[in-house]
C-alpha cells in the first residue's frame, strides 16, 4: 500500500511540480511615486506558466530607490493568472490583493512589505517567450499614502494583423480639454489595410500641447478595426482598450500613456485615399480625471453619411457615441451649442460639430 501511495504522489508531483516552465525576463524597471520617476534599473521578472494553464509573475527583492537610501519591500508574487493570445501575445490584466513577502537581498535589514498587510495590485502585461510588458500599480495608501506605480519593459510589440498597404493622412489635429482647445497641429496619422481586411491606425508621439509646456502621452495604435463603404467613402466605429505607449519624439524625457495602465478609446473616422477625418476620445480619467477630445482633419466630404442637423425649431434629443444623452428637449438649431467638437446622434443620425 506504502509502495502504491509513493507512486502516486509522484506521478502527482511529476504532473503538477515538473508540468510547470518558468521564464526569467531581463529589462528595466522604473518607478513612479508623486510624478517622480526613478532612473531605470535592470531587474528580473519570473513568469511560471503552471501545469493548469495559468500563470504565475513574481517581481523578488523589490526595491523603492537605489543605493544607500533604497528602501526594500519585498518579493511580490501574482499567481493564478489567466492570459488571452492574440497574434502570438499573451495578454493579461490581474487585480489582486496580497501580502508582500519579506526578500532575501543581502544588506537590507527591513522589509517593508509584510507591515503593509493587504495590498491592493493592479498589474497589466503583453508576453512572448522572449520579452515582456507589464505595467505594476501598488496600493500603499495605508502606510505611505502613495499608490506605486511600476513600469518593466517597454511596450515594442507588434500586436497588428499582417499588413499591406499603408497610408499617411497630413491634417490639422485639435485637442480640446474641458472645452479648451489647442491650436491646429499638423499631425500624421498612419492607416494600414491589413490581409485580413481590418484597419489599424495609428497615431504617434501624440502630445498634450505644443512647444516647452508639452505633455507626451505616447503611441495610440487601433487596430482589428472594421469599415463599411457608402459612395466611396469608409467609415468605421471603435470603441477600444488599449495600452499607449511610449513615443520616440526627441527631447521628451517622459511619456505618460504607460503610466495610464488600460486606456478606453472611443474612434469615429471617415477616409478616402486621399483623406481621413476622425474624432477621437481618450478616457485619462483614472490619472487626469479628463477625457480628452481630439479631432482630425475637416468633416467635409461629398456623399457624407453624417449628417447636417437641420435648422429648425423642433425639439430634439442629443447622444454621444455611447448612447449617453447629453441635451434633452432643445431646439435643432441650437443641439450642438455648448459641446465639445466630436460626433453626435440626433434623430438617429450622426451629426459632425
Given at each position: 500500500m506504502k509502495k502504491t501511495l509513493l507512486t502516486i504522489a509522484l506521478a502527482v508531483f511529476a504532473l503538477y511540480g515538473f508540468a510547470q516552465s518558468t521564464t526569467t525576463y531581463t529589462d528595466d524597471l522604473t518607478v513612479t511615486?508623486?510624478?517622480e520617476s526613478t532612473e531605470p534599473q535592470?531587474?528580473?521578472i519570473l513568469v511560471t506558466e503552471n501545469a493548469d494553464g495559468t500563470y504565475t509573475?513574481?517581481?523578488?527583492?523589490?526595491?523603492?530607490?537605489?543605493?544607500?537610501?533604497?528602501?526594500?519591500?519585498?518579493n511580490i508574487e501574482l499567481s493564478g493568472i489567466t492570459a488571452t493570445e492574440e497574434n502570438g501575445i499573451k495578454t493579461f490584466h490581474v487585480n489582486q490583493t496580497i501580502n508582500i513577502a519579506e526578500g532575501d537581498a543581502e544588506g537590507v535589514e527591513t522589509w517593508l512589505g509584510p507591515m503593509l498587510g493587504d495590498v491592493p495590485i493592479v498589474l497589466s502585461a503583453k508576453m512572448t517567450a522572449e520579452k515582456l510588458y507589464c505595467t505594476i500599480d501598488i496600493d500603499m495608501m495605508s502606510l505611505l499614502e502613495q499608490i506605486i506605480y511600476v513600469v518593466f519593459g517597454t511596450d515594442e510589440f507588434n500586436t497588428t494583423p499582417e499588413q499591406g498597404n499603408t497610408t499617411t493622412y497630413t491634417d490639422n489635429l485639435t485637442?480640446?480639454?474641458?472645452?479648451?482647445?489647442?491650436?491646429?497641429q499638423q499631425t500624421n496619422i498612419l492607416v494600414a489595410e491589413n490581409e485580413d481586411g481590418t484597419y489599424t491606425l495609428s497615431l504617434k508621439n501624440f502630445m498634450l500641447g505644443a512647444g516647452e509646456d508639452a505633455l507626451g502621452v505616447g503611441n495610440i495604435e487601433l487596430s482589428g478595426i472594421t469599415a463599411t463603404e457608402e459612395n466611396g467613402i469608409k467609415t468605421f466605429h471603435v470603441n477600444q482598450t488599449i495600452n499607449i505607449a511610449e513615443g520616440d519624439a526627441e527631447g521628451v524625457e517622459t511619456w505618460l500613456g504607460p503610466m495610464l495602465g488600460?486606456?478606453?478609446i472611443v474612434l469615429s473616422a471617415k477616409m478616402t485615399e486621399e483623406k481621413l477625418y476622425c474624432t477621437i476620445d481618450i478616457d485619462m480619467m483614472s490619472l487626469l480625471e479628463q477625457i480628452i477630445n481630439v479631432v482630425f482633419g475637416t468633416d467635409d466630404f461629398e456623399g457624407s453619411n453624417i449628417a447636417?442637423?437641420?435648422?429648425?425649431?423642433?425639439?430634439?434629443?442629443?447622444?454621444?457615441?455611447?448612447?449617453?444623452?447629453?441635451k434633452t428637449n432643445v431646439k435643432a438649431a441650437n443641439a450642438l451649442d455648448g459641446l465639445n467638437r466630436g460626433i453626435y446622434i440626433?434623430?438617429?443620425?450622426?451629426?459632425a460639430k
Open positions: 511615486i508623486n510624478d535592470e531587474t528580473n509573475l513574481s517581481l523578488k527583492n523589490f526595491m523603492l530607490g537605489a543605493g544607500e537610501d533604497a528602501l526594500g519591500v519585498g485637442v480640446t480639454i474641458n472645452d479648451e482647445s489647442t491650436e491646429p488600460d486606456v478606453p447636417n442637423i437641420e435648422i429648425s425649431d423642433a425639439l430634439v434629443n442629443v447622444y454621444n457615441l455611447q448612447g449617453v444623452a447629453v440626433i434623430n438617429g443620425k450622426k451629426v
